[in-house]
């Protein structure tokens, strides 16, 4: 591996990695054991390489939700699925991928915004080692100009 593109990866990684453990109150929600990091943005904030490498389109007029699920501290595999509403009851469809970067599960999503839209997300996570399933419901203001 060249030392460009290990270096792009590197901050790939470790801008994918601060995103859900950022740890502000809203960003967290416990489940007992269960730890779901959830942090939506809009894409343009992504370095270009980093957005190439893990394959999200940057742009002003779309969003990314990233959800990190952790048991016992440890990173989890989990089925994530949701849906974003926004204030005009427009329903998102979120289509979740995964992503993984060693003990880290990332399961990202993206979505069209536009300006000052709020969207209402309800996240659905069923972790792979537990039966039950945890709803996550958070909302998220996104600027495009």
């Known amino acids: 591996m060249t030392s460009s593109r290990f270096i792009s990866r590197f901050i790939g990684l470790a801008l994918l990695a601060s995103l859900p453990l950022s740890s502000h109150a809203e960003n967290v929600t416990k489940f007992g054991d269960y730890v779901v990091h959830h942090t939506a943005l809009p894409t343009d904030v992504l370095l ?22 952790q048991h016992k501290g440890k990173g989890t595999t989990a089925k994530v699925t949701g849906t974003g ?21 990332y399961y990202i999503s993206s979505f069209r915004v536009t300006n000052k839209e709020v969207i209402n997300f309800k996240i659905n996570v ?10 996550v419901k958070f909302k998220k203001e996104f600027y495009t100009h």
């Open 126 to 135: 069923q972790p792979s080692d537990s039966g039950n399933t945890h709803t």
């Open 85 to 105: 509403t926004n204030l005009n009851s427009q329903l998102k469809h979120l289509e979740f991928r995964e992503i993984k970067d060693g003990d880290v599960i």
């Open 48 to 69: 270009p390489k980093v957005a190439k490498a893990y394959g999200i389109k940057r742009s002003k007029n779309r969003g990314m939700l990233n959800i990190v699920v």
